[in-house]
């Protein structure tokens, strides 16, 4: 697989002002999964180095031209461009994070469930991959390429980086993906040693997020209601959990009105008939997307139940090491 490096290449590419993060954090490095130049990218959050990791796209997802990133950083039409953002800490613990921002699969929240994981991860020792992942526009395996790719890459850099073990963290749509992720990769190369779900999409039965899973399978279910039953079947992810599922921890509140604690709820039972290694915390406030804005960065939807969020991850990912 062919991939090569370009230094200091972030002062080639033009960035939106008006769309800046909070934070002065940007990544070591930014690679893109397909693309063979960085010239149309418009990212302000792009790393000090950009290299290509010469994979080839299996499947098109056909959205066209540029994209869109609003002053709050959810990015939208991400195709050819799909890319990851490297962060290595100063000390490091051994572990990385691959981190899938939600959107609804829409667009990628790439500040509050991206840069600032980062910002959070960073001070753990946790070497952080954020994925900005091609949207599905209906091509269902689209964004699971894009994650499974970035684990090939991160697990063949893994000795040169100090890295031993790596796991996955997902955000609403985002926390489906990181489902998808660590119930159906194909090889060890793929295979999280841990995930972390926040208010997770999990089922794709009718008390899902109805955009996300429009958004993912399209219209199937006028055109072929046979394959869109199947497709409802493979990506409610509680159904694919099995004893080799890695310890997972799950995350959300009560009030959540966008996607139903029962989502959760479905997933850790489903660990618990395996007897996966599991946790899950229920806050009693906070809505859903409050990702790791905390007042650092913004409101803190959160609120009071941050510090105890921050400390019951922070054990989690101990226990991983």
């Known amino acids: 697989m062919t991939k090569f490096l370009l230094t200091a290449a972030a002062a080639l590419i033009a960035t939106a002002a008006f769309s800046q993060p909070k934070t002065d954090l940007r990544p070591d ?15 302000p959050v792009v790393g000090r180095e950009i290299a290509f990791a ?33 962060y290595f800490p100063e000390q490091p613990s051994g572990q990385m994070v691959i981190v899938c921002p939600g959107g609804g699969n829409l667009f990628v929240s790439s500040y509050n469930e991206g840069v600032y994981v980062a910002d959070w991860m960073l001070q753990k020792g946790v070497a952080v991959c954020v994925v900005k992942y091609r949207l599905p526009n209906g091509h269902w395996t689209v964004p699971l390429d894009d994650v499974q790719n970035a684990f090939r890459y ?3 850099k893994a000795e040169e980086w100090g890295v031993t073990k790596i796991g996955v963290m997902g955000f609403s749509a985002g926390g489906h993906l990181a489902a998808c992720v660590e119930t159906m990769y194909v090889d060890e190369m793929t295979r999280p040693d841990w995930a972390v779900l926040i208010y997770p999409v999990i ?17 199937a279910e006028e055109t072929d209601p046979a394959l869109y039953q199947a497709l409802v079947e493979r990506y409610s992810t509680e159904k694919r959990v099995t004893p080799a599922t890695p310890p997972t921890f799950i995350a959300l509140c009560s009030d959540d009105k966008t996607v139903q604690p029962l989502n959760s709820i479905r997933f850790y039972e489903a660990l618990e008939a395996c007897k996966v290694p599991r946790e899950m915390y229920i806050y009693p406030s906070g809505g859903h997307g409050w990702g790791f804005t905390t007042s650092q960065f913004g409101k803190d939807k959160l609120g009071a139940c941050r510090a105890e969020f921050f400390l019951a991850l922070s054990r989690f990912l101990d226990a991983q090491k």
């Open 203 to 219: 089922t794709f039965d009718p008390i899902t997020h109805s955009g996300t899973r429009a958004r993912l399978i399209g219209n």
């Open 54 to 86: 010469g994979y080839t796209i299996a499947e098109d997802n056909g959205l066209r031209g540029p994209e869109d990133i609003p002053e709050n950083g959810n990015i939208f039409n991400i195709s050819s461009l799909a890319r990851m953002d490297l």
């Open 154 to 156: 991160c697990r063949e």
């Open 29 to 43: 490095r930014t690679v893109l999964l397909y693309a063979e130049t960085a010239d149309s990218l418009s990212d």
